[in-house]
Structure formats: C-alpha cells, structure tokens
C-alpha cells in the first residue's frame, strides 16, 4: 500500500498546499506514482490544480460522509501529469459537524485510504487545514509521516509544541505516525531572522529531520494562477531543485522510517 505522506501545520499560510502540489510534482519526476488528497474546505489545492471546485460532483466529502461511496467516483486526473487527486470542496467545512455524532469519526479518512484500488499509487500526499480539528485529526490518524512546513517567523515556533503534544495524542490512535522533517518554507537566503530559526529548530528538536529549506520566490504564486506546479511552469528555476531535493531527502527519510519498522 502506499505510503501516506500529510503536509501538517495547525498554523496558516506556512505553504502547506504549496508544497504539497510541488514536492508531490518532484515525486512524480522521481517516477512514483503520487496521488494528492485535498482535506482543506479552503480547497486551495484543488483549484491550484484547475479543478472547477463550483461544479465539481463528487469530492472528499463525499467519501468521508459516505464510506460506501466508490472511489472511483471521486478519483480524477489533475493538471500536473502522473499525479491524481482527490479533490476537496467547500462542503468539507460541514463534514465537521456532521462527524461529531459519527462512530469512529477519527479514524473517517483512514478507512477510505484503506481501499485496494490505491495500491496502484506510491505515495499519496495531504494537504491539510491549518487547524486542530476533527479534519486534522483524520488526517493524523490516516497518516504514515508528516512534513511539517514552515516559515521563518518567531510565531511559528511557538505553535510546535502544541503540534508535538498533538502528535504524542495521536500515538494512542495511530501507532506509526512519525515525522519526517521540518520543510523550511519562504526562506529569504540572507535573512538572518531564517537562519536564526533553523538554528533554533535544530537545537529545540534534535531529533527532528531539517529537509532543505525551499526559497522565497513570486514565481511560487505565478505558477498556480498557471493550475499547474513549479516544475512544470519553470522547471530549471532554482525553486524548482529545491522541490527536488526536498522530494529527495523526503524519500530517503520514509525509505529509513521503513527500514526502522
Ligand atoms: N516559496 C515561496 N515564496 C513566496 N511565496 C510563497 C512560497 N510558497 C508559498 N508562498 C505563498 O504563501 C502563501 C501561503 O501559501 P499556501 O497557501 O501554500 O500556505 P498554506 O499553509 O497552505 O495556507 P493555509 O494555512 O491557508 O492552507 C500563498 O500566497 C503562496 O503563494
Ligand atoms: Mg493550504
């Protein structure tokens, strides 16, 4: 089955659908079969993959409100070639509510990923709500490994620990969640306020995997007014390598988290 790989920040604008669509992309250049999952109501994701999210028919929400609904309905081929989605839509922000009187309402989203069709995929890829909800907490039950975006920000830290204590939670319900790495995200190469915060990050978690950082660039928010990822729109730009080698290090470090199991 594939390994399932969620982009987690409780915090907003950390550019957790960002790299989910562009370290998804650098999979897919790395020849995996990828599938990415919207869990976000804001459907950000989706539409940065062209979808019209106002006509869509089915959706995630579907499959968590339904767990006989078919997979194959909701599974579409996105913009970016190799790369599948399931798509969110706003609805999702319903499926809240609607989970709170549901059995086993943590664990939704893993019974939908645990579907022979999927096999056919290596990895699939969440881009999550920047929240601590019922949705995020599917997302950690469902998961096998987190990246954990990040902006350089003094605010940034303080959420961590938090996510942390989430995480430790979440252990009782999902025994293999690790996490694979900070991705340092937005990252201005002279900014002494970034370098400061990677230095704290290594020091506050050491055990926690620094992926290579992914550097400030408009050509970022270009892209997606594109409906496709960086590595399509330029792909020789140094912002694209740095989703490469983000991709690369994420690999290695699932392939290591296997090898530990
Ligand atoms: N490398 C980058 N350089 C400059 N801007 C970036 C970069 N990556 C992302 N951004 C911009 O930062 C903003 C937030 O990114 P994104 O939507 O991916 O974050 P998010 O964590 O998914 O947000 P939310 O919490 O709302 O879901 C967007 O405007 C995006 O275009
Ligand atoms: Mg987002």
Redesign the pocket.
């Given at each position: 089955m594939p390994t399932i790989v969620a982009f987690f920040?409780q915090?907003?604008?950390?550019?957790?659908?960002?790299?989910t669509l562009n370290v998804g992309a650098a999979l897919v250049e790395r020849g995996r079969r990828v599938l990415a999952l919207d869990l976000?109501p804001?459907a950000?994701l989706t539409m940065a993959l062209g979808v019209d999210v106002i006509n869509l028919e089915w959706s995630i929400y579907d499959l968590l409100s339904d767990p006989d609904h078919p997979l194959s309905d909701v599974i579409q081929e996105s913009t970016v070639p190799g790369m599948d989605l399931i798509p969110s839509h706003p609805d999702l922000a319903a499926a809240e509510l609607e989970l709170l009187n549901e059995l086993e309402r943590e664990r939704r989203l893993q019974h939908v990923l645990d579907d022979e069709a999927l096999s056919a995929y290596d990895l699939i890829v969440i881009?999550s709500?920047?929240s601590l909800n019922i949705l995020s907490i599917n997302v950690l039950v469902a998961s096998d490994t987190l990246v954990i975006?990040i902006e350089p920000h003094p605010l940034s830290l303080m959420v961590l620990r938090r996510l942390f204590e989430t995480v430790n939670r979440i252990h009782r319900l999902n025994p293999r969640l690790s996490v694979a790495g900070f991705l340092p995200?937005?990252v201005h190469h002279s900014s002494r306020l970034a370098s400061d915060m990677i230095e704290m990050l290594r020091e506050q978690f050491p055990d926690v995997r620094l992926l290579p950082p992914?550097?400030?660039?408009?050509k970022?928010?270009e892209s997606?007014v594109d409906h496709t990822s960086i590595l399509q729109y330029m792909p020789h730009s140094p912002?694209s390598n740095a989703y490469r080698k983000a991709a690369e290090a994420l690999e290695e470090q699932v392939a290591r988290e296997v090898a530990h199991e």
């Open positions: 920040n915090k907003g604008g950390t550019a957790k659908t960002t790299s976000d804001q950000s881009d709500p920047p975006p995200t937005k992914i550097p400030l660039s408009v970022s928010a997606i912002l």
